[in-house]
T-cell receptor, first 115, second 112 residues
Framework: KAGVTQTPRYLIKTRGQQVTLSCSPI?????VSWYQQTPGQGLQFLFE???????NKGNFPGRFSGRQFSNSRSEMNVSTLELGDSALYLC??????????????FGPGTRLTVL | DQQVKQNSPSLSVQEGRISILNCDYT??????FLWYKKYPAEGPTFLIS?????DKNEDGRFTVFLNKSAKHLSLHIVPSQPGDSAVYFC???????????FGKGTKLTVNP
């Protein structure tokens, strides 16, 4: 099976712009989660989508949003970019269908730099 | 408030010896724990997991131990190999949720 793919891999934006990142989960996986990794805060949970519905949300401002399509692919959007949004954004997928001990498998990430 | 803590930012061991990475947690609702390995500029790679109903799980050179009363888990790598050099993250999950809470990671260096 192909793994989790994320596009683009690298992105440079300026403050105030918005950005959209994309994630394609492993075939058959219906749950997609997003994480932000920064040197200071480590890996932090943004949100999780399952069957096109947001099931769980972390403590991030409303500038961070996401959605999931019927084919389980997901996008996340960050509006009004700030310098502090520079980070590695990671997507993870799992079957998500109620299997209690599902592992999450991560994509390679999108490195976002805000200038 | 950090619910998952990895108190050692780095660890250095000799090839062939045992590597022990530690993780503590505070949330008693966590019932599933995972270890991930991460190289720079790559996503975390799943290594091994353990549910709260067990106290040990083995997979090849990797063994995870869980001490629920102490809210402590550890990852043992035996024997350690230079290719194991990476950052190791401990993560925890609560009651069927997909949300993972991560520790800050421990950088393992295995010297030849």
């Amino acid at each position: 099976k192909a793994g989790v793919t994320q596009t683009p891999r690298y992105l440079i934006k300026t403050r105030g712009q918005q950005v959209t990142l994309s994630c394609s989960p492993i075939s058959g996986h219906r749950s997609v989660s997003w994480y932000q990794q920064t040197p200071g805060q480590g890996l932090q949970f943004l949100f999780e989508y399952f069957s096109e519905t947001q099931r769980n949300k972390g403590n991030f401002p409303g500038r961070f949003s996401g959605r999931q399509f019927s084919n389980s692919r997901s996008e996340m959007n960050v509006s009004t970019l700030e310098l502090g949004d520079s980070a590695l954004y990671l997507c993870a997928s799992s079957p998500g269908g109620g299997g209690y001990y599902n592992e999450q498998f991560f994509g390679p990430g999108t490195r976002l730099t805000v200038l | 408030d950090q619910q998952v803590k990895q108190n050692s930012p780095s660890l250095s061991v000799q090839e062939g010896r045992i590597s022990i990475l530690n993780c503590d947690y505070t949330n008693s609702m966590f019932d599933y724990f995972l270890w991930y390995k991460k190289y720079p500029a790559e996503g975390p790679t799943f290594l091994i997991s353990i549910s709260s109903i067990k106290d040990k799980n083995e997979d090849g050179r990797f063994t995870v131990f869980l001490n629920k009363s102490a809210k402590h888990l550890s990852l043992h790598i035996v024997p350690s190999q230079p290719g194991d050099s990476a950052v190791y993250f401990c993560a925890a999950r609560e009651g069927g949720s997909e949300k993972l809470v991560f520790g800050k990671g421990t950088k393992l260096t295995v010297n030849p």
